[in-house]
């Protein structure tokens, strides 16, 4: 070896290296310039003396000679202690290599006349002797494959445990891996291995998968390192590889991503349907090449199938996916299939009671079936299930049941054909971790369902019909629920009559979702129909439901957080609601509204045009202390006016200009002019279906209606009783011209007994109006702010009796406030044709 440490060639090689020329008596007769450097000593110094001469201790000069033995003839190895030219001592190792076998002498060992001794540094030589121990053991363990090509990429030398797969040949060397690796799999190998060659930069470690050619099936995962061999001059010659099964490890990494994946899609929805939906996305072809999920019909309604999870309930087929979904689909679309039984753990516990009796624990187990293509699909113990043969070429499949608290509701199945390797235990096992999810995850959903559609049920119960027929104006409406995971929310629409003809729109929001909203619409639409009974002006009764809202806002945060019977707590808030309020008169065809925080109607003129009513907008309801303001709107007859929520124009993406001029665009596509408004209502909402809706969407559309002229009479009566007589001819005879003179006897008392009070208690002119509409409405004002209250009169009492008669004889009656004073009005069904 070379004195210095720059050489990693074997230590004793001859070229340029420490080497000593001994004769028959061990005398040094050469010494090698390589020698000089190595002990710093001159060769005349050195040549002609002994070469014990040379040790440390010369008394070791025995124990040297007999680390050769007895008739080492073809040379031997051993270690010495040489002092060193600046005096201190170096260990060596030296290999002693006989030269001729004819001559004796007592000094070199008399078996070996002449001889040549290598030494180099005993440190080198352990480091060699190191390397090569650890490459000859590298190559005989089966832990990793080793090989090592040449610059053709060429395999020179493997062990044994390269690639223990079937179709790997045993006799390796001079091949390629093309020769018995997939030409793609091998391709991508070679070019990388040839990166390295060429870039002399070693990856630090790459994952592909091989696959022979006898057994293309799945193949292995291995982790491929790879580093360039080179020459001493630095020309390479050829490249190492380290190759890794980490197929076991790849697996195990991709059933937890797998288990991650599928808890995600589980937690996306609150919707039975779209939750097993995502699901089977994730298993197929991830999992399986075929993934379904069976579920009980009553899990769909939100009901609880019976705890008996052994006994045979009917399954839908909810959701399938992968490369046969369609068969799945079409061939199994309902069935009945017994549920796995829960299965008790026997544990037992310190009293000796099993466990699973005590506490009522269960567990539901899946079933793993292979081999489906050598076994009978008919009838036979060897018989295949009907479940696992649903798919056609499936060689393996397994289900597993949903469980949740012990009943058991449906199932989860995968299926694998062609090439796919088959499902082992530990898919099973991984199965059933992701059935156990699903279960929680579905019946979670379940449970929402069932609290959904009691809040939906409640919610369209406590509105209106959808269409309404008024001599004011025709109306329809729509609603639309928000989707399952956003929750049901507030809105409501109203269709109110009022006197005279008269009609009041209504829409309004409650904020947030659920049964708080759906109760707290419930009390809103209450109170705003009882108000309107009251004939206020609209921001009247605005601002008396904004006290109302204070007033329940105060209740909830008056009451005691930690009393578990006070009921469902009322969020308090600046936003409780926002409401629209219109009154609609047919007669002067004029609309009057007002908003508390709740976007402009929409008016479609019968022109054609669109518009949105200038509101001013108060606060929403539940704020205080804001007034509302009346806007007044003429509307000829044919109008129709739209109201709406903000789920209608937001949609989620909150631009609420742009919705505004969409739906402005979908009025005029719906031609709302010219057809049903009933028809017309749902290609207005079309592209909004329900389930996928982040608030829910409400329309309510009026056209408008007059009353014709020749069904109106007004007559301005002096304020002197003696005109009452003539106020009832008037009435006769108009009743007369309208071909009504069945209702001329209880329209005269009617109007004799209303005028008389107007000119009795109030004083001043009197205006008598008749309306012939859908009912025969008789209105008498005066200017008096006094309401009229009805009382039962004593026997001996000779009045009191007007207002007593008027409701006997009517089909409703009232009064209400006006600008000037107020109006008292009666109605009376018209006669049948």
Known sequence: MRATESNQDYPFAVTDTAAALLDD???????????????ERRSADVCGRPARDLLADAGSWEAVLAQGGQGAREGWEGRATLRHGAGRELEIGFRVIP?????????????????????????????????????????????????????????????????????????????RLADFLWAEDAQIIDDRLREVMRSRIPPVGFNTTVRTLDDPRGGRVVTIQAFRLQEPDGHPMGVATVFTDVTDHERSRGRLDLLYRATGALGGSLSVLRTVEDLVKVLAPAFGDCAAVDLAETVLT?????????????????????????????????????????????????????????????????????????????????????WATSVPGVHSAMTAPLCARGIAFGRLTLWRTGDAPPLEEDDLALLEEIAARAAVAVDNARRYTKERRTAVGLQRSLLPPAT??????????????????????????????????????????????????????????????AMADLELEPEELLAHVDDMVLQVVAEAESGDPEDGDAG???????????????????????????????????????????????????????????????????????????????????RGEGDVDEGMRNLADRLLRADVLGRPLR???????????????????????????????????????????????????????????????????STELIVSELVTNAIRHAGGPVRLRLIRADT????????????????????????????????????????????????????QHLPLP
């Not at 219109?582 to 003129?605: E, K, L």
């Open 468 to 529: 309404a027929e008024t001599p004011a104006l025709e109306a329809a409406s729509v609603y639309l629920p928000a989707d399952s995971d956003s929750g049901v929310g507030g809105d409501w629409f109203d269709v109110i009559p009022l006197s005279s003809a008269r009609v009041a729109l209504v829409v309004g929001d409650v904020a947030g979702h659920g049964l708080y909203a759906t109760a707290m619409m419930g009390r809103l639409r209450s109170a705003v129909r």
């Open 99 to 175: 030269l001729d076998d004819g001559a004796q002498g007592d000094g070199a060992r008399g078996d070996a006349a002449r001889c040549l001794v290598l030494g180099a540094p005993m440190e080198l030589v352990a480091r060699w002797r190191q390397d090569h121990a650890f490459t000859h053991e590298l190559f005989l363990q089966g832990r990793v494959g080793l090989a090592v090509f040449d610059t053709d990429l060429r395999l020179l030398r493997t062990n044994s445990h390269l690639l223990p797969y079937t179709g790997v040949p045993v006799d390796l060397s001079g091949r």
């Open 568 to 650: 469902m707590p009322v969020p308090s808030g600046p936003a409780g609601a926002t409401c629209l309020y219109a009154v609609y008169d047919p007669v002067t065809r004029s609309c009057v509204m007002a908003s508390a925080g709740h976007p402009p109607p929409a008016v479609v003129s019968p022109d054609g045009t669109v518009e949105y009513v200038g509101l001013s907008p108060g606060p929403p309801l539940g704020v205080g202390g804001w007034p509302f303001e009346p806007v007044e709107r003429d509307l000829p007859p044919g109008s129709v006016l739209a109201l709406y929520t903000d789920g209608l124009i937001e």
């Open 25 to 39: 008596a061990g005398t040094v007769v050469a010494w090698t310039p390589a020698a000089e450097a190595l002990l």
């Open 679 to 745: 028809q017309a209502r749902h290609d207005i909402v079309e592209g909004l279906p329900p389930g996928r809706l982040r608030d829910d969407v409400t329309l309510l559309l009026a056209r408008t209606r007059a009353v014709d002229p020749g069904s109106i009479a007004t007559w301005r009566l002096a304020p002197d009783p003696a005109i009452v007589g003539d106020a009832r001819h008037l009435v006769l005879d108009q009743l007369t011209a309208w071909d009504l003179d069945e209702l001329a006897f």
């Open 302 to 386: 939100g009901g609880e199938p019976p705890a008996d999870g052994h006994l045979t309930l009917p399954l839908i087929r909810m959701a399938v996916a992968g490369a046969e979904a369609d068969t799945l689909r079409t061939g199994t679309a309902q069935f009945t299939a017994p549920l796995p039984a829960a299965v008790p753990h026997p544990t037992v516990t310190g009293a000796g009671v099993p466990e699973a009796a005590a506490s009522g624990a269960r567990e539901c187990r899946g079933e793993l079936i292979s081999g489906l293509g050598t076994r009978s699909t008919g009838p036979g113990k060897d018989a295949a299930p009907e």
């Open 776 to 827: 025969l409405t008789c209105e008498v004002s005066d200017s008096s702010n006094t309401q009229p209250r009805m009382r039962r009169a004593r026997s001996s009492e000779e009045g009191g009796r007007g207002l007593y008669i008027v409701a006997q004889l009517s089909h409703r009656w009232g009064s209400r406030y006006t600008t000037g004073g107020k109006t008292v009005w009666s109605e």
